[in-house]
Structures are given as structure tokens and as C-alpha cells.
């Protein structure tokens, strides 16, 4: 099974800071990456898909790469609204898997 | 636009079954793989099972395989969970999701439900 190590687990940062997010993949995994931003009591939202492309109507200040088996995750200027705990997910063989979330605060 | 209801989920006894429905609106539901994923109370997300769209295979991850089953009815653009043999770590918000091929056999789970609430106590 594939593991996904995802990193940090909580994350304070000030309106307007640029924000990292990362995610490893125990092997080899293509771009079968999803990043997913999920609020309180709410389903989680499809942000990223394929590692780096944004889903449609998702604000440009979110973004995600790729170099080998890991990936990154960044907002280049954090809003109010982007409070929430953010999950990677592999697709690429079953059974999927997801990183253990990162709990993103305002500082 | 892509509209994903789930339903059915309650307090249920240890040891008991119960059967989770998510009806599917907005999209050529026949022509997609489903996903139902799990999210148990302050935890992070797990996948539990996939059928294909046309219900030919489906796939269950190790912690419900042989008590959990994925079914589907294409006529009523709903797919199924019937959950047996529950125990307390099955307590989760269980969530559907649409499976976009994205090539080479992978199913992106894009579009997402509500989540329906299934509670296993005594």
C-alpha cells in the first residue's frame, strides 16, 4: 500500500503570508495527486488535481508541484477564508490513501 | 452541476448492519466510478470502497473487506454501502464521490456529498 507523509501537521500563519504545505509519497505515484481543502463540519473540496492543476473557479493564489515522489502545496497570500485543514491524496493504485491533514490557523 | 445526496446513516448497535444510499443528480451517473470515504470524529479521511461504473469490480479497503459491500443501481443513479457486522471503529461521517477517470486506472474522487453520520454504541 502506497503511504502518504504529509507535513506539518498545524500551521499559524498572518494574513497575506505565502504558505507550504508538503506531502511524500512512499513510491512512485505519477501526478496522480489530489489536494483537498476541507472546513469545518463541511465535505471536503477538490482544490488541486493531477499535482498541479487547479480545479475551475479556485482562486489562483492556491498552486501545487511536483518533483519525484514529493509534492507541495502553496498559497501565495493567505486570506481569512483559507482556514482549514488540508488533506493530499494519491489515486494512483488501490487502496487510495490520504496525508494525515494539516490544521492551517491564523496567527 | 454535480449534486451528491447522502442518506441513511443513525445510531446502530455493535455487532449490527445498516445500509447507507447516495443519490446521484447532474451528471451521466452510469457512465462514473464511486467512491465512498470515511472520516471518523476529529480524524482524517480514509477511502473505504469503489465499484466501477458499471458495477463489473469493486475494491474495499483492508479495514471493512468482507464486511463492507459496494452496490450500485444505474436506473436510480444510486450507488450503496450495506455495512455488517459494525463495531465502534466504524463510527464515522461517511461521504460519496463521483470516481473521474484520469487514465491508467486511476479514479479521482472530484465531486464530494454532504456526508451522512453513522453511529456504532451500545
Known amino acids: 500500500d502506497i503511504q502518504m507523509t504529509q507535513s506539518p501537521s498545524s500551521l499559524s500563519a498572518s494574513v497575506g503570508d505565502r504558505v507550504t504545505i508538503t506531502c511524500q509519497a512512499s513510491?512512485?505515484?505519477?501526478?496522480?495527486l489530489n489536494w483537498f481543502q476541507q472546513k469545518p463540519g463541511k465535505a471536503p473540496k477538490l482544490l488541486i488535481h493531477?499535482?498541479?492543476n487547479l480545479e475551475t473557479g479556485v482562486p489562483s493564489r492556491f498552486s501545487g508541484s511536483r518533483s519525484g515522489t514529493d509534492f507541495t502545496f502553496t498559497i501565495s497570500s493567505l486570506q481569512s477564508e483559507d482556514i482549514a485543514t488540508y488533506y493530499c491524496q494519491q489515486y494512483d493504485d488501490f487502496p487510495y490513501s490520504f496525508g494525515q491533514g494539516t490544521k492551517l490557523e491564523i496567527k | 452541476q454535480v449534486h451528491l445526496v447522502e442518506s441513511g446513516g443513525g445510531v446502530v448497535q455493535p455487532g449490527r448492519s445498516l445500509k447507507v444510499s447516495c443519490a446521484a443528480s447532474?451528471?451521466?451517473?452510469?457512465?462514473?466510478?464511486m467512491h465512498w470515504v470515511r472520516q471518523a470524529p476529529g480524524k482524517g479521511l480514509e477511502w473505504v470502497a469503489f465499484i466501477w461504473y458499471d458495477g463489473s469490480n469493486r475494491l474495499y479497503a483492508d479495514s471493512v473487506k468482507g464486511r463492507f459491500t459496494i452496490s450500485r443501481d444505474n436506473s436510480k443513479n444510486t450507488v450503496y454501502l450495506q455495512m455488517n457486522t459494525l463495531t465502534a471503529e466504524d463510527t464515522a461521517v461517511y461521504y460519496c464521490?463521483?470516481?473521474?477517470?484520469?487514465?491508467?486506472?486511476?479514479?479521482?474522487?472530484?465531486?464530494w456529498g454532504q456526508g451522512t453520520l453513522v453511529t456504532v454504541s451500545s
Open positions: 493531477d499535482a498541479s
Open positions: 464521490a463521483r470516481g473521474d477517470y484520469h487514465g491508467s486506472g486511476s479514479y479521482s474522487p472530484d465531486h
Open positions: 513510491r512512485d505515484i505519477s501526478n496522480f
Open positions: 447532474g451528471f451521466m451517473f452510469s457512465s462514473y466510478g
